[in-house]
């Protein structure tokens, strides 16, 4: 199973150790290089995604519309960037376009400055 930067998967990300970190089995986006992907590397970069929508929220959040396996429209939380076990992803659901990947990508340098 090989995921790559772009596609949104589903992932199991508990435990969770404190209040403020995203948890539960939820759809991410994967955001790390597609060399690091193909290669034996055991993590994944990803950024999870949310259906409690927060309107005009960017750099913090961007939409994204439901699509393919994604049911609903779900908000990229740019800010919660984390590396997970690549066993921890479970099912490919959707892929983002070229646009949209440029756009987390310009939101993420913003907010890591």
Known sequence: MMAYR???????????????????????????????????YPTTIVLPLTTSLVDDAEPLRMRVQKREKLREDSDVI???VRAIDNGR????????TDQEMKAIKGFFDEVIG
């Open 89 to 96: 992803l479970l099912e490919k659901l959707a892929i983002l």
């Open 6 to 40: 772009g596609e949104v998967w589903l992932a199991n990300l508990n435990p969770v150790k404190k209040s403020n970190e995203v948890g539960k089995i939820r759809p991410v986006l994967i955001f790390q290089t597609n060399e690091l992907n193909e290669s034996e």
């Open 78 to 80: 740019i800010a919660q």
